[in-house]
């Protein structure tokens, strides 16, 4: 499903990832272990295509998406990639119900029902 071919990346003359191989196979929860600056966030990015290898093919559901410019690239994203981070990332101006409405309304949702039925489904509603 994911497949790493001989990707490498290096920032200035730190080489951060040096022809890297690895498939993740559909279903599979993989954790990535290594000691701090080893390179974890760098194949994240580049795997969630926020980032792109120097080299070598980042193949997602059979598209080489290394090969996709940024507007692919943020269609890519929107439609098939979930990230959670270290921190939240929320917009601490906006509301729960609002912070999930975001990408929602990007993604072409216009249901507002939905958000209170997505906050429920994940035992969160008492956050709005
Ligand atoms: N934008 C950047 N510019 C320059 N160097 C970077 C950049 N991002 C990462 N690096 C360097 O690349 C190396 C790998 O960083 P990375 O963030 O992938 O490591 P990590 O394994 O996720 O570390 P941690 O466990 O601390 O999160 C480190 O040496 C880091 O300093
Ligand atoms: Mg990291």
């Known amino acids: 499903m ?3 071919e001989n990707v490498s990346k290096k920032y200035g003359n730190n080489v951060v990832l040096d022809n890297l191989n690895i498939n993740f ?3 599979e929860f993989i ?3 290594g000691p701090s600056g080893s ?3 760098t194949i ?3 795997i969630g295509a926020m980032d792109k290898p120097d080299s070598g093919k980042v193949i997602i559901n059979n598209e080489e998406i290394n090969r996709f410019n940024e507007e692919e690239l943020t269609l890519f994203r929107k439609k098939h990639v979930g990230f959670i981070f270290q921190f939240f990332n929320l917009f601490n101006n906006l509301t729960v119900f609002e912070n999930v409405q975001i990408p ?3 993604s072409g949702l216009k249901e507002q029902d939905s958000i ?3 906050l429920t489904s994940l035992n ?3 956050k709005l």
Do not use: P, R, T, Y
């Open 104 to 106: 929602l309304l990007i």
């Open 39 to 41: 390179g974890k966030s």
């Open 116 to 118: 209170e039925e997505i």
């Open 2 to 4: 994911i497949k790493l």
């Open 31 to 33: 954790s990535i272990m």
């Open 44 to 46: 994240l990015n580049i």
């Open 25 to 27: 196979n559909s279903g």
């Open 124 to 126: 969160i509603c008492d």
